[in-house]
């Protein structure tokens, strides 16, 4: 006995035989043959292939951090010194930031700090300090240096002081080759003998741009068994440490830059030995096989080549 479903389908398929016969349907189905090549087109089921046009819509303001920080720069740059104006414009330019963009005014600040704007540096740096954000000490050393390069080596001596009562034990290495650079480039003697005999007292090993630029000064003031002692204590080492396309490498420090008479910036000077840095293989010798260990003596302990009263 027939059930409804098994007339239902009989019935079906009548219908697809009497109006669609094989030959037919497969002649139908010839143009949805899909080309063996994929190119960059739509097919269409209807007809054929649709060819892409470029979008008239299409918007080329790019949104990211990038872009953001290169309007901050422009929103600064035509301002006056005036601090509530350049307080002002900073304020409105987040104002629709739900959060702070500290990313943002990094960036701005490295974009600065390239073409050497050390007034908007010292101005967008003490904004972001202002409002609680970016207290690391990037910052402050960013801010350090470019108080130095303005002429205002009072704030910096105050930023300077405060930060090492603060972090004591803790300074980085590179605020002191700051500082010592900052008092050699102005021949500020007394001082920078003051922060070398504070980073003996710490224990904090000078690097090699430190000890040249001590030593350059006891040779100009006729202090030559100070001298000597400074290079007996600090020798230059043999090998060191840098990063050739992203591997670490023991190379021989054959080539060590001598102080010179400031004319450079500070910049250049004081960090060449303290900064990894990506350099060509061909103008370093590295040595591919066994490299001795590092022979550097290490300095006696309880004996200082500096007080800190030194006249």
Request: charged residues 30%; neutral net charge.
């Amino acid at each position: 006995m027939l059930t409804t479903s098994m007339v239902g389908v009989s019935l079906v398929r009548m219908l697809t035989l009497r109006y669609y016969s094989p030959p037919d349907l497969i002649g139908r189905l010839q143009f949805l043959e899909f080309p063996k090549k994929v190119s960059n087109c739509v097919v269409c089921a209807a007809k054929g292939p649709r060819p892409r046009y470029p979008r008239v819509w299409k918007t080329r303001t790019k949104v990211g951090t990038v872009s953001k920080s290169l309007k901050l720069v422009e929103c600064i740059k035509g301002l006056s010194n005036v601090k509530e104006e350049v307080y002002g414009a900073l304020d409105s330019f987040i104002a629709w930031d739900l959060e702070f963009p500290l990313i943002t005014v990094k960036k701005a600040l490295k974009a600065l700090e390239h073409e050497k704007e050390w007034k908007r540096i010292i101005q967008v740096t003490k904004w972001m300090l202002s409002k609680g954000q970016g207290r690391t000490m990037g910052s402050y050393y960013l801010l350090l240096y470019a108080l130095a390069e303005d002429g205002r080596i009072d704030e910096a001596e105050e930023l300077w002081t405060r930060l090492f009562s603060d972090n004591l034990e803790s300074m980085p290495r590179v605020f002191f080759d700051r500082m010592i650079s900052i008092y050699y480039r102005r021949q500020m003697h007394d001082k920078m003998f003051e922060v070398f005999a504070d980073m003996e007292e710490l224990g904090i090993r000078p690097t090699v741009s430190i000890v040249n630029m001590v030593g350059d000064v006891f040779q100009k003031l006729g202090m030559l068994d100070k001298y000597q002692k400074l290079k007996n204590k600090y020798p230059p080492p043999k090998w060191e440490y840098r990063y050739i396309k992203g591997k670490r490498v023991k190379i021989r420090s054959h080539n060590l830059r001598e102080p010179e008479n400031g004319n450079k910036e500070v910049n250049e000077f004081s960090n060449e030995s303290n900064r990894d840095y990506e350099s060509n293989s061909d103008e370093l010798e590295v040595d591919q096989y066994e490299v001795p260990e590092l022979d550097e003596p290490e300095p006696e302990p309880g004996e200082s080549l500096i007080s800190p009263s030194v006249p």
